[in-house]
């Protein structure tokens, strides 16, 4: 078993539309769970991070995380053209040294 | 926030040269950098934790004669391929650990294409 899985798409959806992009993982010393966002030949960004089960919003961003089943969601709300990126799951182990363990990323275009 | 500065963004070499790719935290210290490997529709492998001061520790499979890692001060790693081949070419990131601005404590490069002809 991979311990991080995320479906790579491509996901296509037209403005205004709600974008769920999911992942699961098998590891569960992960600590964070983190989302990434990534454009075109650029470094990640880092979207949105919790650390505990449930829902965290930020704007149009929703990040869910279900550790009894080891699955995390970012929700995007009223979803905008400049939303079209590769979207990342990350995990952090434990440890203040520990590196990130990422998913493949989903690549989300947004049509006007 | 942090800012990782990460260059050259693209370089083109022939097969057999050399290419070093330099990555610098610019705001803060970074005791720890970490070089990824991201291949087309792939995600981010980590190639090799940089420690300053010390040698780098590679991931599995990954060949630490032909990747050279330096961490030479707190703000600056360098990665050199050396004697590159096309299937080096992949776009090559570093990230910087500010383990004080947990859990938001890894800062990206933008980011090296790297094309070998």
């Known amino acids: 078993q991979k311990e991080v899985e995320q479906d790579p798409g491509p996901l296509s959806v037209p403005e205004g539309a709600i974008v769920s992009l999911n992942c699961t993982y098998s590891n569960s010393a992960f600590q964070y769970f983190m989302w990434y966002r990534q454009y075109s030949r650029k470094g990640p960004e880092l979207l949105m991070y919790?650390?505990?089960?449930g829902n965290k919003e930020d704007g149009r961003f929703t990040a869910q995380v279900d550790k009894s089943s080891k699955y995390i969601s970012l929700f995007i709300r009223d979803s905008q053209p400049s939303d079209s990126a590769t979207y990342l799951c990350?995990?952090?182990?434990?440890?203040?040294?520990?590196?990130?363990?990422f998913g493949k990323g989903t690549k989300l275009s947004v049509k006007p | 926030g942090a800012v990782v500065s990460q260059h050259p963004s693209r370089v083109i070499c022939k097969s057999g040269t050399s290419v070093k790719i330099e990555c610098r935290s610019l705001?803060?210290?970074?005791?720890?950098m970490f070089w990824y490997r991201q291949f087309p529709k792939q995600s981010l492998m980590l190639m090799a934790t940089?420690?300053?001061?010390?040698?780098?520790?590679?991931e599995q499979g990954v060949e630490k004669d032909k990747f050279l890692i330096n961490h030479a001060s707190l703000t600056l790693s360098t990665l050199t391929v050396t004697s590159a081949h096309p299937e080096d070419s992949s776009f090559y990131i570093c990230s910087a650990r500010f383990p004080h601005m947990d859990p938001q404590g890894y800062t990206f490069g933008s980011g090296t294409r790297l094309t070998v002809v």
């Open positions: 990350a995990f952090q182990r434990g440890g203040s040294q520990g590196n990130l363990i």
């Open positions: 940089s420690n300053e001061g010390s040698k780098a520790t590679y």
């Open positions: 705001d803060f210290q970074a005791t720890t």
């Open positions: 919790t650390y505990s089960s």
